[in-house]
């Protein structure tokens, strides 16, 4: 009895070893391709972001925001010996809005499998997307006129729509507000962010890493570039919108990444 219990305990150690070395195996390889999740969660400060409650600027007007979108574009992946993956252009623009509670992910499919250690991306849509024309946009184009996302082809497209109401101290009554950047003259406004991650994003046949990227919406009006809205409520155009576009693009950081 003692020699096959002996033999049952060896069989299942043998079986949790081969096991442990199985996904040991999955988890080294870089062989195939993969996905990879980037989920982009709203605050307003330290706080978890609340569509239509009232929050402060430094400039002490109270804002409610009923509306915020921007185009996430052009994605750059790294790994951790450098090299780089760029995911498709004609795939690679985004709009991302706030959709609670559900944080809003962009899911990059047929990733090269490796560990990835940052990303880059663009806020809009660059230029040279835009000379291709109406004919080259594809299906994106459709869908920013669908979210509200373009002023008119001529206009082009808002690269960051961010809309509510305020008051202030000069402003007693509710008013409207809305900041859109883009393109303004001969100032396109396009900029890139990139995020390095706390842990490697390990994308692998069987694994599909989701990356957190916090978005702080506090920042687009109280980046470094402080921003009144009581002097100009409707910000659309002018030098301004680089101003904005500076605290558009030190807005995000990578909070954690799982990889499932």
Not at 35 to 45: C, M
Not at 56 to 82: P, R
Not at 187 to 206: C, G, I
Request: hydrophobic share 40%; glycine share 8%; aromatic share 10%.
């Amino acid at each position: 009895m003692k020699f096959q219990f002996y033999k049952k305990v060896l069989a299942i150690a043998c079986a949790i070893a081969l096991g442990s070395c199985s996904n040991d195996d999955v988890i080294n390889s870089t062989e195939g391709n993969g996905s990879l999740k980037l989920k982009f969660d709203h605050r307003y400060g330290e706080t978890d972001f609340i569509m239509g409650a009232t929050y402060t600027t430094s400039q002490g007007e109270a804002i409610k925001v009923d509306n915020i979108k921007y185009i996430v574009s052009n994605i750059v992946l790294t790994k951790d010996d450098g090299s780089t993956y760029t995911y498709p252009k004609s795939k690679s623009y985004f709009i991302i809005k706030e959709q609670s509670p559900v944080l809003f992910t962009v899911e990059l499919a047929d990733i090269p499998a490796g560990n990835y250690k940052s990303v880059k991306f663009g806020i809009g849509v660059d230029q040279e997307q835009f000379n291709l024309g109406a004919a080259g946009q594809g299906d994106f184009l459709a869908q920013a006129q669908a979210e509200g996302m373009m002023w008119s082809w001529s206009a082009g497209y808002k690269f960051l729509a961010f809309e509510g109401n305020f008051t202030s101290a000069t402003v007693a009554q509710s008013t409207l507000f809305k900041v859109h950047t883009g393109q303004t003259g001969t100032n396109y406004n396009y900029t890139e962010v990139s995020l390095n991650f706390p842990d490697k994003a390990l994308v692998r046949p069987t694994i599909t890493p989701q990356v957190h990227i916090m978005a702080d919406l506090s920042k687009i009006l109280d980046g470094a570039n402080k921003i009144g809205l009581s002097q100009q409520p409707n910000i659309m155009g002018g030098a301004i919108l680089a101003s904005i576009t500076a605290n558009v693009q030190s807005m995000f950081a990578v909070d954690h990444v799982h990889n499932d």
